[in-house]
């Protein structure tokens, strides 16, 4: 997909050029399936709680860090 910017002259951009890396996710419509690690660091930021039984190693090491401060 391409696109021109009108102040830029007509230069022509790709759409994977100038938007590279980000993605914009709405955690409130999260529906709390966790399917893979994306889905558990969502159910973390909407709930501030690590579950137990989440797979990702970098999950098992905040879950063993909060509980050490708890």
């Known amino acids: 997909m391409k ?3 009108g102040d830029m002259r007509g230069k022509i951009f790709d759409l ?3 938007f590279p890396e980000y ?8 529906n709390d399936v966790i399917r893979d690690e994306l ?3 969502l159910y973390v930021v909407k ?7 989440f ?8 879950y063993e860090e909060s509980s050490k401060a708890s």
């Open 3 to 5: 696109f021109s910017l």
């Open 16 to 18: 994977c050029n100038v």
């Open 23 to 30: 993605f914009v996710i709405s955690v409130p419509l999260f």
């Open 39 to 41: 889905d558990e660091w």
């Open 47 to 53: 709930h501030s709680e690590v579950k137990k039984d």
């Open 55 to 62: 797979k990702s190693p970098y999950m098992k090491t905040i």
